[in-house]
Structures are given as structure tokens and as C-alpha cells.
């Protein structure tokens, strides 16, 4: 149901894209702040499509960049009202606000990278093994001795999140944990801040 809100959503917010068009056209009002109101608009409906149907588009940084720049030109386009108060005009921007905030908050989460969406095939088959165990059991924990220094990663999932642990001792014990929305960034930390790999959380559990 709330995919099909969505598909009514945009198929509307395209629909007046086009009359709001087709209207400056006619009336013979194009200029560069016109052309680059379209490109901005096609930009944005590229975003929700990517959201809607989960197709990586571009990057995260690209959507959150253009997220931001939406809600800027919201702001200033609030700023008449504050200067010269008009009920008309208040009106104007409050049903823009409205029409816009749907798009606002899909390019939002589209724009985050730890969704979903931005996340490969070789990367969910990376993980897929630990997707399972974690599935079965609470808590996993591997451990692995490199010189003086053994580290040990201990890895649940919680309340939707994924939560690391990582302990080093060597002559100082060193010790802290993160949550993370998907797995595959709870792994990335995994990799990044120790010296086990995806495979070696699988083969060396204890």
C-alpha cells in the first residue's frame, strides 16, 4: 500500500511538473532560471525513481547534496512572507511545501548510505554466511593473535541493528563497539578497524 501511495505520488508530482511546463511555454516565459528549474526537477524525479524502486542511481552524496539545495530554495522561497505578509502568498508556498515534502523525504533516505539500496550483489554475498549465523544465534565472536596483540570481534544484532564489539589486548587493553543500520556496513567496520576479515568472522568463531 505504501508503494502504491508512492507510485500515485509521483505519477502526480510528474503530471503537474509537465502543466507547469507546458504553461511557460505557452506563455512564451522561458529563461535560464526556467530551464534550470526543469533540470532540477528531472534530477529529483530521477531520485524518487531510484528510491521507489530501489535502483542505485549516481551516489549517496550526489542525493543528499541535491536534498539540501531543495530545502534551501524552500527557505528562500518562504523569505516575501516574512517581509511583506500576504495570505495568497502564504498559501502559494504552504501547498508547494506540502506537494514537496513527500519528494524531500524520499530523496532524504534515499541519499543515506547505509541504505539498502546502495548495497551490491558481491557485497550481500560477502556477508550472506554471516547473515545466517546471525539468524540462528545471539551473538557471534571471532578472535585473532597477530604478534602480541590478539583481537577479538563480537557481533549481535538488536532492536534492527547490527552491533560490533572489538576488544585488542596487547600490553593496553582497547576496547569499543558501534551499531550499524545493515550488515554490510557493520562488516566494512569490521574489516577496516581489524585485521579479520568477513570469512575469517565465519571460520573462526568461537
Request: hydrophobic fraction near 50%; glycine fraction near 4%; charged fraction near 15%.
Amino acid at each position: 500500500m505504501k508503494k502504491i501511495g508512492l507510485v500515485i505520488y509521483g505519477a502526480a508530482y510528474l503530471l503537474l511538473s509537465l502543466f507547469n511546463m507546458v504553461t511557460a511555454i505557452l506563455a512564451g516565459a522561458i529563461s535560464v532560471g526556467f530551464l534550470v528549474s526543469i533540470g532540477f526537477t528531472t534530477l529529483y524525479l530521477i531520485g524518487f525513481y531510484g528510491f521507489l524502486f530501489k535502483k542505485p542511481i549516481f551516489t549517496p552524496k550526489v542525493w543528499r547534496n541535491l536534498f539540501y539545495l531543495q530545502c534551501v530554495a524552500l527557505i528562500l522561497q518562504f523569505t516575501p512572507v516574512l517581509f511583506e505578509f500576504s495570505s495568497e502568498l502564504l498559501a502559494i508556498n504552504g501547498l508547494i511545501l506540502i506537494v514537496t515534502l513527500p519528494m524531500l523525504v524520499c530523496l532524504y533516505r534515499y541519499s543515506s548510505p547505509d541504505s539498502e539500496i546502495w548495497i551490491s550483489a558481491s557485497e550481500r554475498a560477502k556477508v550472506s554466511q554471516i547473515e545466517t549465523l546471525l539468524a540462528t544465534t545471539d551473538v557471534i565472536s571471532a578472535s585473532k593473535t597477530m604478534g602480541e596483540k590478539t583481537t577479538t570481534v563480537t557481533m549481535s544484532k538488536a532492536a534492527g541493528c547490527y552491533i560490533v564489539h572489538i576488544k585488542r589486548v596487547s600490553t593496553e587493553i582497547e576496547s569499543f563497539k558501534n551499531e550499524f543500520i545493515t550488515l554490510n556496513r557493520a562488516v566494512e567496520f569490521v574489516e577496516k578497524y581489524t585485521s579479520i576479515s568477513s570469512e575469517e568472522l565465519v571460520a573462526l568463531q568461537t
